[in-house]
Every structure is written in C-alpha cells, then in structure tokens.
C-alpha cells in the first residue's frame, strides 16, 4: 500500500476501534453499522451480545442498483430498505 494510503486505513482502524470500545449493540437495542465507500452504501444491524447481523442492506442489491449507488437518493433507499427489514425482523 502506498504511505498516505495506509496511514488512512491505519487511521479509520484506530477510530473505529475507539468507537466499538464505547458502543455495544443488544437485543432490545441493536447496533447500526454503516459502511460508504465512493461507490456503494451498506448498512447492518448488529446484536453483538449474540455475535449476530440481525439485517442487513446495501447498495449492491438489485432492488437498489439502478443509478448512482453512492448517491444520497441511494443511501436514502438503503435507509428505507433496513428500516423495512428491521421492522419484519422484529
């Protein structure tokens, strides 16, 4: 990897880390992780008592992809879709 590259990845490693230090998903009050690359938007809810991805949605899907899937339309659908999905996971 090149220097400023991996400094990057370095950095956003350490900050998630922190973050997952204080956050801790539960059954009652799941976690949500998003995750925005330049291309594509995935987002998952997470019960990390149990280890387990409760639902998960991303840009990538066939329901979405049409257009731009690293908009602000696609992360709004994306949004839409896991809050459809949490709702019929309970």
Do not use: W
Request: proline residues 1%; hydrophobic residues 30%; glycine residues 10%.
């Amino acid at each position: 990897m090149v220097n400023a590259a991996k400094h990057k990845r370095d950095g956003r490693i350490r900050r998630h880390n922190r973050l997952r230090r204080k956050i801790h998903g539960t059954g009652t009050r799941p976690r949500l992780a998003v995750f925005r690359s330049n291309r594509h938007i995935s987002a998952q809810i997470i019960n990390d008592e149990e280890g387990k991805t409760i639902v998960s949605a991303s840009s990538l899907e066939s329901e979405i992809r049409s257009g731009n899937t690293g908009s602000k339309e696609a992360a709004t659908k994306v949004g839409k879709l896991i809050g459809e999905r949490a709702k019929s996971a309970g």
